[in-house]
């Protein structure tokens, strides 16, 4: 008996060594394994796919946002160059006012600033609300101080020159007058002093 035989043994048929997988279980393995393999690579694209579009969905979102910007804040320069036209109309009535010109020219006049600020409100202008109100650094535009009885400190008391919103942004702070509480007008010299003494 050959070794290949006693290899074989009784119940082995020709071609079956010891330790030889039979060909129909290699090939079912190799199916296997290729059939995972395209699962994973199935599950990769699945992944990738999903990531593009999300970048996407991402870049259009902020295009929209990006093109919304340019048309809200577009006619910046326009409006910017038209303010000095309501800033004239401004004085002209407050002139009238004082002198107290015909009924027709103020009329005329006012009538002329309502439809500017009519018209650029469609722009998204606003006018920022400053007398009376508490001063906002973020708003407003201190250009002088004033001790007046009876007022907190802080409170806008008169409007030098208007202040604008574009579409809630600001575009111009209102120049305005200030009330100031009476210690912050004392002298420097007289609080020195006063600290001085304590310290003496």
């Known amino acids: 008996m050959s070794d290949t035989d006693k290899e074989r ?4 048929e020709e071609g079956e060594l010891a330790g030889e997988v039979p060909p129909d ?7 296997e394994d290729f059939a ?4 994973d690579e199935l599950e990769r694209i699945k992944s990738r796919l999903a990531y593009l579009a ?3 969905d991402n870049y259009r979102k902020r ?8 048309v809200s804040f577009g006619n910046e320069r326009i409006l910017l160059s038209i303010l000095p036209f309501l800033d004239n109309l401004e004085r002209a009535i407050s002139q009238s006012h004082a002198s107290g010109t015909t009924e027709a020219l103020l009329s005329g006049v006012q ?3 309502d439809q500017v600020v009519v018209e650029l409100r469609k722009f998204g202008l606003e006018q920022i609300s400053a007398v009376g109100e508490t001063f906002d650094p973020n708003l407003h535009e201190a250009i002088a101080k004033v001790v007046v009885a009876g007022k907190p400190e802080g409170t ?14 600001l575009l111009r702070p209102a120049q305005v007058t200030v009330a100031q509480g009476a210690a912050e007008a004392e002298t420097p010299e007289g609080v020195e002093q006063g600290s001085a003494d304590d310290e003496a």
């Open 9 to 12: 043994g009784p119940d082995r």
């Open 36 to 39: 995972e393999r395209e699962e």
């Open 156 to 169: 806008v008391l008169a409007e030098g020159r208007k202040g604008y919103l574009l579409s809630g942004r």
């Open 54 to 56: 999300a970048e996407f």
């Open 25 to 31: 279980l290699q090939k079912t393995g190799q199916r």
């Open 63 to 70: 295009m929209v946002r990006e093109q919304e910007a340019i």
């Open 111 to 113: 009538m002329t600033y």
